[in-house]
């Protein structure tokens, strides 16, 4: 190890690694942003589908026709 911390290897190394883990969760954390929107949009139009056949269903085919979707694992 060389006395500046500038020129030595080991330091330089990590600093890179650094630079290189912090460009790895910032592209994870844009990539989980865009799957909360999109989880968000499709629950929002799953919803506004629901709503729509009951409402065109008679009472008496409700239960029978609408449904709750299972939960995801």
């Known amino acids: 190890m060389s006395d500046s ?6 330091l ?3 600093r890179e690694r650094k630079a290189a883990l912090r460009d790895i969760v910032a ?3 844009a990539r989980l942003m865009e799957v909360d929107a ?9 919803t ?4 729509r056949l009951v409402a065109q269903l008679r009472p008496g085919e409700q ?5 709750e979707p299972p939960e995801a694992a």
């Open 5 to 10: 911390n500038i020129e030595d290897p080991v």
């Open 12 to 14: 330089q190394h990590l």
């Open 27 to 29: 592209d994870a954390t």
């Open 38 to 46: 999109l989880l968000t949009t499709l629950s929002d139009g799953r």
């Open 48 to 51: 506004r589908v629901r709503r």
């Open 63 to 67: 239960a029978a026709a609408v449904t």
